[in-house]
């Protein structure tokens, strides 16, 4: 079975650029959840959606972050424009909503010069 | 919220000494702990988790003990190895969904 598949696994680009983080979640899995893991801040939950649907962005950071589930079998996260705090590894997971565990992806390095 | 905090921040063991990792939740209606295991560079990955309706799971090396009353949980490893090295978190949820995280504990296991 394919786990939770994250693309691309890094990315280094200039600040002010615009990023799209992408993800596929489990096939079933009707939770999906970006998180973002700093070591001042350990792993923060950005966005959670259940059934393409947002329940709970208070953790995206500021309005240059968003987050897109436009089907069950893809999400989209972007920053526009990228500063270099925004560097870090972010994950996505998802389970089935209700059960658990949450599965991780791979995550994507995040480097912002 | 939920809170869950988390210590120690680091641990270093010698190679088969056991470990301990605890954590108190603040929301008594929690009824899910995980424990998560994330080495350098990887993805965190479930090791054990417990519900609130049992009180100690066991694992081979691992196990978890759950003290509803108290509000926390720990992570215990015995004879624990040089793999064992690693950041472990532990979380809690209520909804079945949401999960709520500790800081992580860096853990060296010592040769």
């Known amino acids: 079975d394919a786990g939770v598949i994250q693309s691309p696994r890094h990315e280094v680009t200039e600040m002010g650029q615009e990023v799209t983080l992408r993800c596929k979640p489990i096939?079933?899995?009707?939770?999906l959840f970006w998180y973002r893991q700093t070591m001042m801040r350990g792993l923060e939950l950005l966005i959670y959606f259940n059934n393409n649907v947002p329940i709970d962005d208070s953790g995206m950071p500021e309005d240059r972050f968003s987050a897109k589930m436009p089907n069950a079998s893809f999400s989209t996260l972007k920053i526009q424009p990228s500063e270099p705090r925004d560097s870090a590894v972010y994950f996505c997971?998802?389970?089935?909503?209700?059960?658990?565990?949450?599965?991780f992806g791979d995550g994507t390095r995040l480097s912002i010069l | 919220g939920e809170n869950v905090e988390q210590h120690p921040s680091t641990l270093s063991v010698q190679e088969g000494d056991s470990a301990v990792i605890k954590c108190t939740y603040s929301?008594?209606?929690?009824?899910?702990f995980p424990w998560y295991k994330q080495e350098l560079g990887k993805r965190p990955q479930l090791i054990i988790d417990?519900?609130?309706?049992?009180g100690e799971k066991k694992d081979q090396r691992i196990a978890v003990t759950l003290n509803k009353t108290a509000k926390h949980f720990s992570l215990h490893i015995t004879e624990t190895q040089p793999e064992d090295s690693a950041v472990y978190f532990c979380?809690?949820?209520?909804?079945?969904?949401?999960?709520?995280f500790g800081e992580g504990t860096q853990l060296t296991v010592n040769p």
């Open positions: 417990i519900r609130s309706n049992v």
């Open positions: 096939s079933g899995h009707n939770s």
């Open positions: 997971a998802s389970n089935r909503q209700g059960h658990q565990p949450q599965h």
């Open positions: 979380a809690s949820t209520t909804s079945g969904s949401r999960l709520t």
């Open positions: 929301d008594s209606a929690s009824n899910y």
